[in-house]
């Protein structure tokens, strides 16, 4: 995984093997946090907080539910992945909306 650092909104590559597979960029909303993913057609929604979200397929299945264990000394989540095959793609995922969460912490 790769940022993109001078961007407006924070932007992440997904590099597997050297290739780019996909991006994710965080877009401006004000409420609900939403996120651009171009990668297998998949799309991020999630809660307020960005602590409990479930990535959906372009046909609207559920792909993976990500769960934010509260009570815990650092961030830890729950990844509960429909197929095998989108694991490592779903993890990434998980990744960049926690490494874009720490950015906005930052600042």
Known sequence: MKEQIFTFLPRFYI???????????????FFTPSFNIDCNGW????DFFQWDYSIYSREGNVVAQIEKQLFRFTDTYMIDVEEERDALLALMVVLAIDAVKCSQNKN
């Open 15 to 29: 590099i597997i093997n050297g290739e780019t597979v996909g991006t994710i960029t965080k877009e401006f909303t």
């Open 43 to 46: 799309e991020v929604k999630g």
